[in-house]
């Protein structure tokens, strides 16, 4: 695959990217390993002092990254500019939380007499060089979430972003450079992705963390597991987004177009599948319908669009395949199904609602990534457990329901790294994001994503 740009509302390729040589990798592998040597001695108040730096510079230029953003991936302008200013709350988070997410873990006195010490406690020390490899589909935020805890661990980082963003990709080891940030503590690689492997088994690289499709998780976990190093997997998902008869239905309707067409549906932890109860089903279904078939489809520039186009002519071609299967197995499309007729150029495709979903329809096993939404009708909370249940994913999970013991139940039994009730699933950087089963393994985010790249260092003291 070409690094390139290209618009995906034209399909006109904007700029290409020569990937680096061997010598090119080289380079910045051993810049990596060099820096890490001095920044891990620096403070947490020194490097903190550098990350709200790269928050203001962030501010200041938001909406020239959200065009670039925009402009490589097609998520709408107003999508983006949040996007950027969710990385500088995040950095910001970090540099004031770091110290104390990472501070000296001291048991019991009277577990460290047992331990035979007179002093015992744990520290929390950086890994060495991280290398990130990012998905475009959120390509500040999906860098940023990892980057911020890292650096301020006291890691390097290196970054393999997705071949279709690499203005962005370099924009972030620009805005980490113009911070302050010394010279390797953060390099961006624009190598395809032939070249991982071997920069993953380079020796000065310690660990590494993806966020992108099964089959790339499934790789990179091979190869360093053949190498013994650490990784953290963030891969797709199929989330429920589960309505009860309690719940508010003028609440779980509205929420429930955002949160399947947010960032124009190509999201892990969109709601794909909709688990509606008998009681609530019908009426839900209509109004579901009207609204996702009212939204604006269009130039993503545009402040009026709601969704813009799919990311690529391929990612258009395979979420066609999985609707087309699925209505010819006798699912019903209520709206949407195919392209837009007036936007000929670009990989565009109307918001679509399915309806009759069967166990043999390739929909009710894969991920749909985009503008795409399945109707599930239920008997009970028990059938709508068993249908959130019925995939292979386990990212997150949303519940609408204001019954006490509902929700009780439904935290008891739900197999997913999140459950959020009357609301949409989102990522803040206080709370630990990441899934089960094929959806991954590992933590980002909050106390729990910073520590995955430490090393918790056993210090005793004897007599």
């Not at 995040?90 to 047992?114: C, I, N, T």
């Not at 744990?122 to 980057?147: D, E």
């Not at 990179?220 to 963030?234: H, N, P, Q, R």
């Not at 499309?333 to 043999?360: M, N, Q, S």
């Amino acid at each position: 695959m070409a690094i390139a740009t290209v618009n995906p509302a034209t399909g006109e390729t904007l700029q290409t990217f020569d990937a680096l040589d061997a010598d090119g990798i080289e380079e910045r592998l051993a810049r990596a390993e060099e820096a890490f040597r001095s920044y891990r001695t620096t403070s947490f108040e020194e490097r903190g002092e550098l990350l709200r730096n790269a928050a203001g510079l962030l501010e200041a230029g938001q909406d020239g990254i959200a065009r670039t953003m925009t402009t490589e991936m097609g998520k709408p302008l107003a999508a983006a500019r949040a996007e950027a200013a969710k990385c500088a709350k995040a950095m910001r988070w970090y540099a004031g939380h770091a110290e104390e997410l990472l501070a000296d873990e001291v048991p019991d006195p009277g577990d460290v007499k047992d331990a035979g010490a007179t002093r015992a406690y744990v520290r929390y020390r950086p890994l060495g060089t991280v290398l990130a490899v990012m998905p475009w589909n959120f390509p500040l935020w999906q860098v940023i979430r990892f980057a911020a805890p890292a650096l301020m661990a006291g890691n390097t980082c290196l970054l393999k972003h997705a071949s279709n963003v690499p203005q962005t990709a370099l924009y972030v080891e620009d805005l980490l450079r113009r911070a302050g940030f010394p010279e390797g503590c953060f390099q961006t690689l624009l190598v395809g992705s032939g070249a991982i492997e071997d920069i993953l088994r380079d020796r000065r690289v310690a660990a590494a963390t993806l966020t992108g499709s099964e089959p790339a998780g499934r790789s990179v976990a091979s190869i360093a597991g053949d190498e013994i190093k650490k990784t953290v997997l963030e891969l797709g998902g199929s989330d429920p987004y589960i309505v009860l008869p309690s719940a508010d239905l003028d609440a779980a309707v509205r929420t429930a177009v955002t949160a399947r067409v947010q960032n124009n549906g190509q999201s892990c932890i969109a709601a794909k599948r909709f688990i509606v109860h008998t009681d609530v089903y019908d009426e839900f279904a209509v109004r579901f319908t009207e609204r996702m078939a009212g939204l604006t489809v269009g130039d993503p520039m545009e402040e009026t669009t709601d969704v813009g186009p799919l990311s690529s002519e391929q990612g258009r071609s395979d979420l066609e395949e999985l609707v087309d299967d699925a209505v010819r197995r006798g699912a019903a499309a209520l709206c949407g199904g195919k392209r837009p007729e007036k936007l000929t150029a670009g990989w565009f495709y109307e918001p679509t609602v399915l309806a009759g979903i069967t166990p043999e329809m390739r929909i009710h096993r894969e991920e749909a990534f985009g503008p795409v939404a399945t109707l599930y009708r239920v008997n009970d909370l028990d059938e709508a457990i068993t249908t959130a249940n019925d995939t292979s994913f386990g990212l997150s999970s949303n519940a609408w329901t204001r019954d006490e013991a509902e929700q009780e139940r439904l935290i008891r039994d739900i197999e997913a790294g999140g459950l959020f009730f009357n609301g949409m699933t989102a990522s803040h950087p206080a709370l630990p994001f990441g899934g089960i089963k094929r959806s991954g393994y590992g933590r980002e985010l909050a106390g729990h994503g910073i520590r995955e790249f430490c090393n918790a260092t056993t210090v005793w003291y004897g007599a």
